[in-house]
T-cell receptor, first 109, second 115 residues
Framework: GQNIDQPTEMTATEGAIVQINCTYQTSGFNGLFWYQQHAGEAPTFLSYNVLDGLEEKGRFSSFLSRSKGYSYLLLKELQMKDSASYLCAVYDSNYQLIWGAGTKLIIKP | ETGVTQTPRHLVMGMTNKKSLKCEQHLGHNAMYWYKQSAKKPLELMFVYNFKEQTENNSVPSRFSPECPNSSHLFLHLHTLQPEDSALYLC??????????????FGPGTRLLVL
């Protein structure tokens, strides 16, 4: 079966750095997405990785290793507004998007 | 962000009611999706439409009936639902299907409670 694993919940301090991991086992791979979802709101696109390596976008970076079936989302200089759920999703060989259950990130002052 | 809108935002219905959820996208996309989101579970893909044609129906019970009259509008008709159908129903759109790397853009969802 196809599966995406991410931690259920993480806690971090305002101003710090946090890394949210995602591992996947899918039939094929055609790209990996990270989305942010605030409570009661729509998931919003953060990043897309299809090649190995690090993609940096402001305070957020996303890393991919296809050989390890692994990605992480790195959030720097955490702000209270970063409290949200972070969803990892992978396009499989049929271009179906497989979703993880999301990681709820709690930021404390 | 008003690229994808959904109405109503909240809905409470009894098991014998019939209601419809509406989704509209203003992004010029050709693919639209319905997802179910339950607490602490992955998003469950329900239906996919590409250029108004349904391409995916992931074993969804017949009490959920989708309709896509054009590439900008998507409906989900609900009838005789069960309490376990209570969830957040999300609509999304993307440029097209099957080309890889297609970012999906989501609406704010309809929070459904079935009593």
């Amino acid at each position: 079966g196809q599966n995406i694993d991410q931690p259920t919940e993480m806690t971090a301090t305002e101003g710090a750095i946090v890394q949210i991991n995602c591992t996947y086992q899918t039939s094929g791979f055609n790209g990996l997405f990270w989305y942010q979802q605030h409570a009661g709101e729509a998931p919003t696109f953060l990043s897309y990785n299809v090649l190995d390596g690090l993609e940096e976008k402001g305070r957020f970076s996303s890393f991919l290793s296809r050989s390890k079936g692994y990605s992480y989302l790195l959030l720097k200089e955490l702000q209270m507004k970063d409290s949200a759920s972070y969803l990892c999703a992978v396009y499989d060989s049929n271009y179906q998007l497989i979703w993880g259950a999301g990681t709820k990130l709690i930021i404390k002052p | 962000e008003t690229g994808v809108t959904q109405t109503p935002r909240h809905l409470v219905m009894g098991m014998t009611n019939k209601k419809s959820l509406k989704c509209e996208q203003h992004l010029g996309h050709n693919a639209m999706y319905w997802y179910k989101q339950s607490a602490k579970k992955p998003l469950e893909l329900m239906f996919v439409y590409n250029f108004k044609e349904q391409t995916e129906n992931n074993s969804v019970p017949s009490r959920f009936s989708p309709e896509c009259p054009n590439s900008s509008h998507l409906f989900l008709h609900l009838h005789t639902l069960q309490p376990e159908d209570s969830a957040l129903y999300l609509c999304a759109s993307s440029q097209a299907l099957g080309q890889g790397g297609e970012t999906q853009y989501f609406g704010p969802g309809t929070r459904l409670l079935v009593l």
